[in-house]
């Protein structure tokens, strides 16, 4: 049903002028049989471990990880690889970093032959980078997979190389009927600290158009929240993992509040976001920029946008097209020509 669902708007987005679909796609005309040529395709060599990875602070790597090594993708011939997946032992200090590339880049050819260009990793806390050699590589060359959007290490996720992991969406929410609009927005419970964003939702809950939680919620109690809510807020950067997916699902169109520029967002170079969410800058007044950027029909555009998106934020076992770990998976395919860092010759 999804890959009916995107196939659908896909051909859509192909036939119809602007004015009539948006499209959630950077290159609707490309993507599909790039999608497809991916699955024919992407070979994986995948490293040995030095510990059994050890992903229990997130889901969504979990998922990927073990998806990632009983998939199709991987070959056990590294000369056949258009990428070698470097799995990091868990919680990595610099020092196991290191140590662990020294060994991959002395007993096989590959990481030399690119400077680990063609390598990536996955990582949930950011790394400390230094002067060591292995690790200035690994952070100017190799692709990392962050499963923590933003990473809590400023200035670690480089756009056009590194790529973030959607949230996992919370299981076994039931797909309801959107019968009625009760709130312009919605804002699950966060917990927050914050001042800024306290003083935010404090108005927000003054307002009657804004449902705001004051305590955590049952998981359908949010979902249809969601359902009956025009837009869903959320704080990017406050720590929190965004269950933007879910809000996509229901249709209710994402708001990303932030007092920083975005540039870490899932599937950034394949989506189109400001096609399907809002964004705000922290301390704006956020019903003024909801109303100034979706009126009328900018509102069901985005929202129908979101829907057929929303199926790429999905986290099935096994994977299905166009699901999560496929456009991750996409992602790492479209960087298989990335610049290719020549070994210097040593004298």
Same mark, same amino acid.
């Given at each position: 049903m999804a890959t009916q669902l995107i196939l659908l708007f896909l051909h859509l987005s192909l036939l119809l002028p602007i004015s009539a679909i948006t499209t959630p796609y950077l290159s609707p005309s490309t993507f599909h049989p790039n999608h497809h040529q991916m699955l024919q395709t992407l070979q994986i060599y995948a490293y040995n471990p030095p510990q059994n990875p050890n992903f229990s602070t997130s889901a969504a790597a979990a998922a990927f990880h073990a998806a990632l090594i009983r998939s199709p993708f991987i070959t056990a011939d590294p000369n056949l690889a258009h990428l070698f997946y470097l799995p990091l032992p868990p919680s990595p200090s610099t020092r196991s970093v290191s140590r662990h590339?020294?060994?991959?880049?002395?007993?096989?050819?590959?990481?030399?032959?690119?400077?680990?260009?063609?390598?990536?990793?996955?990582?949930?806390?950011?790394?400390?980078?230094?002067?060591?050699?292995?690790?200035?590589? &690994?952070?100017?060359?190799? =692709?990392? @997979?962050?499963? %923590? #959007?933003?990473?809590?290490? /400023?200035?670690? $996720?480089?756009?056009?190389?590194?790529?973030?992991?959607?949230?996992?969406?919370?299981?076994?929410?039931?797909?309801?009927?959107?019968?009625?609009?009760?709130?312009?927005a919605y804002h699950g419970y966060g917990g927050f600290n914050d001042p800024q964003i306290l003083t935010v939702l404090n108005k927000l809950r003054r307002d009657a158009d804004f449902l705001?939680?004051?305590?955590?919620?049952?998981?359908?109690?949010?979902?249809?929240?969601?359902?009956?809510?025009?837009?869903?807020?959320?704080?990017?950067?406050?720590?929190?993992?965004?269950?933007?997916?879910?809000? &996509?699902?229901?249709?209710? =169109?994402? @708001?990303?509040? %932030? #007092?920083?520029?975005?540039? /870490?967002?899932? $599937?950034?170079?394949?989506?189109?976001?400001?096609?399907?969410?809002?964004?705000?800058?922290?301390?704006?007044?956020?019903?003024?920029?909801?109303?100034?950027?979706?009126?009328?029909?900018?509102?069901?555009?985005?929202?129908?946008?979101?829907?057929a998106a929303s199926v790429h934020f999905r986290w099935n076992e096994p994977p299905e097209h166009f699901d999560a770990f496929n456009m991750v998976m996409y992602q790492l395919w479209l960087r298989r020509h990335t610049i290719r860092y020549a070994r210097r010759n040593s004298n």
């Amino acid at each position: 049903m999804a890959t009916q669902l995107i196939l659908l708007f896909l051909h859509l987005s192909l036939l119809l002028p602007i004015s009539a679909i948006t499209t959630p796609y950077l290159s609707p005309s490309t993507f599909h049989p790039n999608h497809h040529q991916m699955l024919q395709t992407l070979q994986i060599y995948a490293y040995n471990p030095p510990q059994n990875p050890n992903f229990s602070t997130s889901a969504a790597a979990a998922a990927f990880h073990a998806a990632l090594i009983r998939s199709p993708f991987i070959t056990a011939d590294p000369n056949l690889a258009h990428l070698f997946y470097l799995p990091l032992p868990p919680s990595p200090s610099t020092r196991s970093v290191s140590r662990h590339i020294r060994t991959v880049r002395s007993d096989l050819p590959f990481w030399n032959r690119t400077l680990g260009a063609d390598h990536f990793i996955l990582t949930c806390d950011g790394l400390d980078f230094e002067s060591d050699r292995n690790l200035v590589e &690994l952070k100017k060359n190799s =692709v990392h @997979v962050t499963c %923590s #959007s933003p990473l809590p290490v /400023d200035g670690r $996720f480089v756009p056009h190389k590194d790529l973030a992991l959607p949230a996992f969406a919370s299981p076994n929410l039931p797909l309801l009927n959107r019968t009625v609009e009760r709130f312009l927005a919605y804002h699950g419970y966060g917990g927050f600290n914050d001042p800024q964003i306290l003083t935010v939702l404090n108005k927000l809950r003054r307002d009657a158009d804004f449902l705001i939680e004051s305590e955590p919620s049952h998981p359908g109690d949010r979902a249809r929240r969601m359902s009956e809510s025009r837009f869903c807020l959320f704080f990017y950067g406050a720590g929190r993992d965004l269950m933007v997916g879910d809000a &996509l699902r229901f249709g209710c =169109v994402p @708001v990303l509040i %932030s #007092s920083r520029p975005i540039i /870490d967002l899932p $599937f950034y170079d394949v989506i189109r976001w400001s096609e399907i969410a809002v964004f705000v800058r922290l301390g704006e007044d956020v019903k003024r920029a909801i109303e100034e950027t979706c009126v009328g029909a900018g509102h069901l555009r985005m929202r129908e946008a979101g829907v057929a998106a929303s199926v790429h934020f999905r986290w099935n076992e096994p994977p299905e097209h166009f699901d999560a770990f496929n456009m991750v998976m996409y992602q790492l395919w479209l960087r298989r020509h990335t610049i290719r860092y020549a070994r210097r010759n040593s004298n």
